[in-house]
């Protein structure tokens, strides 16, 4: 069993949908909770990182963290175009350590 | 303020060379972690370095090595190249290795082809 796990995807959702990104983890070792954004040929680029469980907004993006049930979720608000590329979960069991990264999620929002 | 930059970009090898690619770490960034993306895959981590120690060692073979600089720079050499080496490899600096704060900002990556 994988570490980390995460739909495949690929998603695509027209200009202005919500989008929703999934996780599980298999460890509850694990304490830190990332996203990272990827564009094509790109490298990863940090969105947002929590280590409680419960929600953290930014802007049009929520993190959502359930330790209990090892689920770690992405929501996305008002999708733009731009949105459109490769989103990774990533855990680790202390910032600033290795990171386990999820397959990436390859989203394409529609005009 | 420049952000992790690793060198080259691109770089074509055939099977049996050896590759040194580069690293430059966000100033005041002390720690570096070198991971490798297959296509269609997450990244997978190969390395950590901190002030110039190794701090985390990922399933890679002995082919794999690394080290880090006095400056916090830092290189990963590969050995006896193979097909299933072609990936893009990535590095990622933070500040120190301490919980919360220590985010791992990464580099846009060297896109290694073996042919």
């Known amino acids: 069993q994988k570490e980390v796990e995460q739909d495949p995807g690929p998603l695509s959702v027209p200009e202005g949908a919500i989008v929703s990104l999934n996780c599980t983890y298999s460890?509850?070792?694990?304490?830190?909770f990332m996203w990272y954004r990827q564009y094509s040929r790109k490298g990863p680029e940090l969105l947002m990182y929590t280590y409680s469980s419960g929600n953290k907004e930014d802007g049009r993006f929520t993190a959502q963290v359930d330790k209990s049930s090892k689920y770690i979720s992405l929501f996305i608000r008002d999708s733009q175009p731009s949105d459109s590329a490769t989103y990774l979960c990533a855990i680790g069991k202390r910032q600033g350590g290795k990171l386990i990264f999820g397959q990436g999620t390859e989203l394409s929002v529609k005009p | 303020d420049a952000g992790v930059t690793q060198s080259p970009t691109h770089l074509i090898k055939t099977r049996g060379q050896h590759v040194t690619l580069r690293c430059s770490p966000i100033s005041g960034h002390k720690s570096v972690s070198w991971y490798q993306q297959v296509l269609g895959q997450g990244p997978q981590f190969i390395f950590q370095y901190y002030e110039k120690e190794e701090r985390g060692r990922g399933n890679f073979p002995d082919r794999f090595s690394a080290r880090q600089f006095p400056n916090y720079s830092s290189e990963l050499n590969v050995n006896a190249l193979l097909l299933g080496d072609s990936a893009l490899y990535l590095c990622?600096?933070?500040?120190?290795?301490?919980?919360?704060?220590?985010?791992?900002?990464f580099g846009p990556g060297t896109r290694l082809t073996v042919l």
């Open positions: 990622a600096s933070s500040f120190r290795l301490r919980p919360i704060t220590d985010t791992q900002y």
């Open positions: 460890n509850s070792a694990f304490q830190y």
